[in-house]
């Protein structure tokens, strides 16, 4: 965790750490450094800085005159950080640059202990701030992340304008107080001595106690040891925190943080624009009148939820990653002994040959070796990538639980966002294939010793025969159904090497009976549509290459929608037909009648949809029903052998399947009606509803097929579709139809 709590430009622990408008944090005094300033007029600044310098004359006649505002010139840190009335100005800025320009030159730069670029003090020539006119503005100022390289400008307020991150401060309080009670008694850690002598300074860089005597001895301040920071030991009663009390200490002791805009105002709401906690002034008079704010409190809460959650993920991915790190190093040691296992096998069959085989025996343990080696130059590598991403990654959560301890909502709040996206970064690092080893503990190496003497100077390794896939791996967590359809994923174990060349999705009938092909492909990912509703479907997957197909997966078990869900199909609808409410409301631009199919298909089971009639004018005739998939979509519902429906007027109904009208039925529909359809492919019947009562007998006997809901309207018309509904349960008594 240390790492993040270090400053990216000095390399130390933070000191009175700022947040950035990118949500990265520095020290204040260190932003003090690379903050950049421009003055109204750039003739004072170094050719070293200027691309292009102005014309001598030009300069001439731009400059001021005398009486400019004093205070223009850089202040040195000590000064800037001392107070009094310099402390503003030092705020505001320190440096000049040509940012007005449109680009800032780094080449005359330094660089801090981590290697961040920190632009030298430039002063301004003699008279300079004399020169600049009475009344003008002040300098703009800006300040570069050193990490993300985005620039920000600084207001007057410099950089006071900037929010103190208090609850930062306050972890790396308590994490240097936590690492002064655990070296309580620091011992020199290179003393020869026993017991060694007590430790008289640590460096940052290094993480060794030295005793006096060994730093001179093994630290010397020279070389490349000179830049390394010297600080006393934790135990030192001189030491950042050696004094406190513990963590509980430091954040029950810590003043509530006040507005920054109302120095005399707690913060009490957080604005959801911004990001940022305000306080009641805030909304009163300030720019955030208008904006969405919430409570402090709720909002405190919901974050730490999130940032919560988004550790959950890290940490399973850490755990995978230790395990990970168990399979490499037991990989390592298998590549050991079958390397040895390989060895001796070749030394035995080299042996047994004649003299001429020497030279050739010599190669081919070479072959073996560099194989070998190469698989534990890529284990290793592997193990110190991954090693080093765990590092980071767990550094990372034990900051974070330390952020999540913290009770101060608008200090947490100051950085929960940027924090949560550090984490979701930080997840998806860990890549699909990264936690899978790049070779595998086998030599696909075998020595044929069969060939004649004339044959011996040819000899060499072949690759063994190419094996059978193993068996794939269901991801049960992204097999789902929707509706009709079924959505099933796989993958392939971990250490797989024999190739794959694709896969065999393989699916039963819904009722248990045979499997049958449904996918042949290499993506791992398939999607099924039109299978029966309420139904439970077995689904299984092999993989197949040039040598074979391997075995089945275990069998997963899917389970449809009990009700269907659908809507009015656009794709197929006649050109004339107007489709609104997605797609659930239909109308026609016609006088004449025209058909538009739903975009679910049935063949077994019950199933029931509704009607309802928005607009009904000059009692046309609509047709409710079923029909194929082929059906004249120009002309009335009904009026072909594609079609079973009802057609109704405003005072009685009709049933007609290829032109034949029969079942003449009193009471129509109007407007606000409600037409029910029942479709019973278990008893192969169709029926009717208005307004809840049976319409009539069972329009419909003896169907069987493929069926899709359909309507038939003119321009009169106008009806909602209402689906995903429970087949009726109660029926009441049906019209008797007029003979």
Known sequence: MEEELKCPVCGSLFREPIILPCSHNVCLPCARTIAVQTPESEQHLPALLHPRSPAPAAAAAAAPGPGAAAGSTACPDSECAAGGGGGDHADKLSLHSETDSGYGSYTPSLKSPNGVRVLPLVPAPPGAAAASPRGAGPASSSLTCPQCHRSASLDQRGLRGFQRNRLLEAIVQRYQQGRAAAAAAAKCQLCDRSPPEPAAVLCEQC??????????????????????????????????????????????????????????????????????PVCYQCLEEGKHGKHDVKPLGAMWKQHKAQLSQALNGVSDKAKEAKEF???????LQQIQENGLDYEACLVAQCDALVDALTRQKAKLLTKVTKERE???????????????????????????????????????????????KRVQVSQEQWVKGALEPKVSAEFDLTLDSEPLLQSIHQLDFIQMKCR??????????????????????????????????????????????????????????????????NSTYNARVKAFNSSGVGPYSKMVILQTSDVAWFTFDPSSAHRDIV??????????????????????????????????????????????????INVIKDMMLGKDDKAWAMYVDNNRSWFMHCNSHTNRTEGGVSKGATVGVLLDLNKHSLTF????????????ENIEGVFMPALSLNRNVQVTLRTGLEVPQCVKQPKLPNS
Not at 227 to 251: E, F, I, M, N, T
Not at 325 to 331: A, E, G, T, W
Not at 596 to 621: C, I, Q
Request: aromatic residues 8%; hydrophobic residues 30%.
């Open 374 to 420: 190469h698989k534990l130059k890529v284990v290793w590598d592997q193990i110190n990538h991954c090693t080093l991403k765990l590092r980071q990654s767990t550094g990372l959560m034990e900051y974070c639980l330390e952020v999540i301890k913290e009770n101060d909502p608008s200090g947490f709040l100051q950085i929960s966002d940027a924090l949560i």
């Open 325 to 331: 790190l168990v399979q490499l190093k037991n990989l």
């Open 207 to 276: 993480e060794v106690l030295y005793c006096a005597a060994c730093q001179l001895r093994c630290h010397p301040a020279r070389g490349p040891f000179a830049k390394h920071r010297l600080v006393p030991p934790p135990s030192h009663p001189g030491a950042p925190g050696g004094g406190g009390d513990g963590g509980k200490g430091a954040g029950g002791g810590r003043k509530l943080p006040t507005c920054a805009e109302h120095d005399l105002e707690n913060y009490s709401m957080y604005c959801v624009s911004c990001r940022s």
């Open 689 to 700: 509803y208005i307004n809840g009562q049976q319409q009539g007998p069972p329009a419909f």
């Open 579 to 628: 489709l609104s409410n997605d797609n659930q409301t239909a109308t026609c631009n016609s006088y004449d009648d025209r058909v538009v199919l739903g975009t679910a298909a049935f063949s077994k089971g019950v199933h029931y949809w509704e009607l309802h009639v928005d607009r009904y004018d000059n009692h046309p005739d609509p047709a409710f029903g079923i029909a194929r």
């Open 468 to 533: 059978v896939p193993p068996v794939p791996l269901l991801q049960l967590e992204n097999c789902c159904t929707r509706n009709n359809s079924v959505t099933l994923a796989w993958r392939m174990p971990p250490l797989t090497h024999n190739p794959v060349e694709g896969y065999i999705l393989e699916l039963d009938d819904g009722d248990g009976g045979q499997f049958r092909e449904v996918y042949v492909g290499k993506e791992t990912l398939c999607t099924i549509d039109g299978l029966h509703f």
